[in-house]
């Protein structure tokens, strides 16, 4: 489970270019950052795209489709199931990123801004709580694969000794 103090979470269908058309993915944001997930489940372990609201344009296309772009490095293009979510979304995103820009501002005011030791902890045992899970998930790919490589090989060996007979 993951510690994520979200603002606002939810399904929305994101535009692909991989695959035409939209998919459903998890969206949380949090701290002036909206990410997405195939699935709830994947917070776990697996992000699959984050944009920063701080500087970002929110636009409505229609009813339940709106657009986020952070200046053209990144587009979402998503769609809420309705349009009574879709401005459900549209306000928790223009308050998240009102207050995102606001936290910029001020630590651009703030030159000697300094950040206390307990949070900069914080911060690094939660990417160390996420590396450690990275790892794992790696490890047990690679026996995963390890163990299908074998199986593979055994089957060429026993295939090889069926034509010897």
């Given amino acids: 489970s993951s510690g994520i103090n979200a603002e606002y979470r939810g399904w929305l269908l994101k535009w692909t ?5 939209y998919r459903q993915r998890w969206f ?16 776990a372990h697996t992000c699959r795209g984050t944009i ?5 344009s929110l636009e ?8 986020i772009s952070n200046g053209g490095a990144q587009v979402f293009h998503l769609r809420a199931r309705s349009e009574v979510d879709r401005q459900r979304w549209i306000t928790a995103l223009e308050l998240a990123k009102d207050r995102a820009n606001k936290m910029r501002e001020r630590v651009d005011d703030e030159e000697d801004f300094v950040v206390s030791p307990e949070t900069t902890a914080t911060a690094l045992r939660q990417k160390l709580d996420h590396l450690n899970t990275c790892q794992n998930l790696v490890n047990q790919h690679g026996l995963a694969l390890q163990q299908a490589i074998s199986q593979v090989e055994d089957s060429a060996k026993l295939k090889s000794l069926m034509k010897d007979l």
């Fill in 17 to 21: 270019n991989y695959i035409k058309g």
């Fill in 28 to 43: 949380v944001l949090s701290d002036g950052l909206l990410s997405y997930y195939r699935s709830q489940a994947e917070m």
């Fill in 52 to 56: 920063n609201l701080a500087g970002a």
């Fill in 60 to 67: 409505s296309e229609d009813s339940c489709n709106f657009v």
